[in-house]
């Protein structure tokens, strides 16, 4: 993901930030996200959850962190460093094209079009065509491996003031302990152990999970 030429970019579907399906040779891609902020650069404290941009950097510190506790349970992320005119610009698909701007500082910039922080206000630029990005592998296609979608009991409401069932019910945990897959089987010890990675990590997102067929 860091040395193979860039063949085709195109912007990923779906989500509510930017992100870049990256096409390698040999059919190899990869899902990049643009450094958006400097590392040292804190999310205000008023924010509320979701309304700030993902670090591509925090993809590449989960990944590490992730073989650190033994789960290898998080696809392998890495950095990489683009020239923006060669390695997205000439390879972009047109919808992306369109997007490309020079800033008034001559930075070569773009916005895709997406939920949020999708404009020229909060483009992504290049200083003046270089950009930093994370690259996390993709997971074999479906009809290779199979893999079935679940909704996570735990996951949060999505809503200023509503709180989800489980905040609410003291009950709750021994509801889902009789259900299956959670009344059998080691399911929702992996469910805590991804509870605690979650925690270590800042994660507030975890609203789905997927399980290999």
Known sequence: MIKLPIQHVVQKEGGTQLKLMIEYPNDVKALMKPMRFPRDQQTL???????????????????????????????????????????????ADDNLLKTFFVSPSSNLCFHGKCSYYCDTSHAICGNPDMLEGSFAAFLPAFDQTGRKVWRHPWRRSYHKRRKAQWETDASYCSMVRDIPPYDDGRRLLDLMDMSVFDFLIGNMDRHHYETFK
Do not use: K, S
């Open 45 to 91: 404290p008023n924010h509320f959850y979701f309304t700030d941009y993902e670090r591509h950097n925090a993809e590449i510190a989960a990944f590490h962190l992730d073989r650190i506790l033994g789960f290898r349970r998080a696809m392998p992320v890495t950095g990489r460093l683009l020239n923006i005119t060669t390695e997205i610009y000439q390879v």
